[in-house]
C-alpha cells in the first residue's frame, strides 16, 4: 500500500510521539484482535522510525484480547475477572505487535504500569530513564496498564489518562490519540461537523460531545478532550484521530489535516508537567488564606509556597511527595512537590521567614 505523506515531512514536523490505540480499533466484537488493523498500525510506526522519529505506543486491548481465549469463573470478582482476562491477554496483544514489528526487522518491548509509578517522583524518574533507554535503541516501546496486578483504587481512568500521562513524561512533541471515530463532532446544530481544530483556551466540551455510556463511560471522547486540552497547556500538541483509517499516522506525522488537532502552547518545564497531572495521586494537601491564593494565581511574578501563607495541613507526607494545594473554601488550586514533611508543614504554619513548603519550581497552579 501506498501514501502520500512523505516521511522526511513527518521528520520535520514532529521528533518525538506517543501514539495511543484503543481497544475498539484493534479488536473486533468478539474481542478477537484485528490482524489487519495492527498490521497496518506497525507499519506506519515503523516508516515513522525509519525516519528518525521517536515513538512510544500505549495500547490497550489485553483485556478485550483475553475475552477470546478465556471465560473467568462467575464466582469470581469484577477485578479478579480484570486480572485474569488482563493476564492472559496481554501475551497474545504484544506478540501480536511484536511479530508485526519483527516484519520491519524492528523490536518492541512491553512496559506495564500502574497509577503507583507515577506518584513517586524517584519511581517516575526511573520509569523515564528506561524508556529513554528503549528509544535510544530503536526499541518501539509497548506501554500498558497492569491491570493483573492494580486494584480499583490504582487503576487509571482508562489508557487515555496513561498515555497522557506518558506524553507528559517524555516531553514529546505530539500525543496521538486513536479512536474508531475520526475526531471531535460539533453536535450542537442540525448536522454533526468534524472540529479540526480545538484552541487551548476552550474548557466547555461537554457542549459537543453528546451524553451517552460509550462517550462518557471508560474511555470516552470527554475524557480525551480534557487530557487533550491539558497537554496541549502543556506544550504537547495532541490529535484525535480514527485509527482504522490506513496510513493514519503517516498522514498525521505529515502534517495532513486529519482529525481533531489540539495546538500546543509554550512547553512547560518537565518538573511541573509531571505535576500538572498528579490529580489523584497527591499524598496530602496544604490550605492557604486569600492572600497566598492571590500571590499564586496572579501570574506577576514567580511566587513559591510559603508558611506564613499556610492555615491547614492535611494527611502524612514526606519531602518529594506530591501534595494538593486548596483555598479555605475547599477549592483546589493547584499541585506541587513537597519541600518538607508533613509535621514540618505544621509547625511552620502561619510563621514568617520560614523556607517555601512549595517552591515554584515544583509548583503547578491550575488555569481558571
Same mark, same amino acid.
Given at each position: ?215 462518557? =463511560?471508560?474511555?470516552?471522547? #470527554? @475524557?480525551?478532550?480534557?487530557? +487533550?486540552?491539558? *497537554?496541549?497547556?502543556? %506544550?504537547? &500538541? ?52 486569600? =492572600?497566598?491564593?492571590?500571590? #499564586? @494565581?496572579?501570574?506577576?511574578? +514567580?511566587?513559591? *509556597?510559603?508558611?506564613? %501563607?499556610? &492555615? ?57
Amino acid at each position: 500500500m501506498q501514501y502520500n505523506s512523505d516521511m522526511n515531512q513527518a521528520h520535520r514536523v514532529y521528533r518525538k510521539i506517543v501514539v495511543k490505540v484503543g481497544t475498539n480499533v484493534i479488536t473486533g466484537k468478539d474481542g478477537r484482535l484485528d490482524p489487519a488493523i495492527i498490521a497496518d498500525l506497525t507499519r506506519g510506526i515503523a516508516e515513522l522510525a525509519s525516519a528518525g522519529v521517536k515513538v512510544i505506543l500505549v495500547s490497550s486491548g489485553a483485556v478485550g484480547a483475553g475475552r477470546s481465549i478465556v471465560k473467568p469463573s462467575g464466582s469470581m470478582t469484577t477485578v479478579e475477572a480484570r486480572q485474569v482476562l488482563a493476564a492472559t491477554g496481554q501475551i497474545r496483544l504484544v506478540n501480536a505487535y511484536a511479530d508485526r514489528f519483527a516484519e520491519h526487522d524492528m523490536l518492541a518491548a512491553q512496559i506495564l504500569v500502574t497509577r503507583e509509578d507515577f506518584r513517586d517522583r524517584q519511581h517516575y524518574l526511573n520509569m523515564r530513564t528506561c524508556l529513554n533507554a528503549l528509544l535510544q535503541q530503536k526499541i518501539i516501546p509497548i506501554v500498558n496498564e497492569n491491570d493483573a496486578v492494580a486494584v480499583t483504587e490504582l487503576m487509571f481512568t482508562d489508557n487515555d489518562e496513561l498515555s497522557g500521562l506518558i506524553a507528559s513524561m517524555m516531553q514529546v512533541d505530539a500525543h496521538i490519540i486513536l479512536s474508531n471515530v475520526d475526531g471531535l463532532f460539533d453536535m450542537t446544530g442540525e448536522e454533526k461537523k468534524l472540529i479540526r481544530e480545538i484552541e487551548p483556551a476552550s474548557k466547555n466540551f461537554s457542549q459537543f460531545v453528546r451524553p451517552t455510556k460509550s462517550e462518557f =463511560g471508560r474511555g470516552g471522547m #470527554l @475524557t480525551k478532550c480534557n487530557i +487533550a486540552n491539558k *497537554l496541549s497547556r502543556l %506544550g504537547i &500538541t495532541v490529535h484525535i484521530a480514527n485509527g482504522t483509517t490506513p496510513g493514519i499516522l503517516q498522514q498525521i506525522a505529515g502534517g495532513e489535516e486529519v482529525g481533531t488537532r489540539f495546538p500546543a502552547q509554550k512547553p512547560k518545564h518537565g518538573r511541573k508537567q509531571w505535576i500538572a497531572h498528579s490529580e489523584g495521586l497527591e499524598k496530602g494537601a496544604v490550605i492557604i488564606n486569600e =492572600g497566598a491564593q492571590s500571590a #499564586l @494565581t496572579s501570574g506577576e511574578r +514567580a511566587s513559591s *509556597l510559603l508558611p506564613v %501563607g499556610v &492555615t491547614g495541613v492535611e494527611g502524612s507526607f514526606s519531602k518529594g511527595d506530591v501534595i494538593r494545594i486548596c483555598s479555605e473554601n475547599g477549592k483546589v488550586i493547584g499541585y506541587g512537590m513537597a519541600c518538607c514533611s508533613d509535621e514540618k508543614a505544621r509547625a511552620a504554619m502561619g510563621k514568617k521567614g520560614e523556607k517555601p513548603i512549595i517552591h515554584y519550581d515544583y509548583l503547578y497552579i491550575k488555569p481558571e
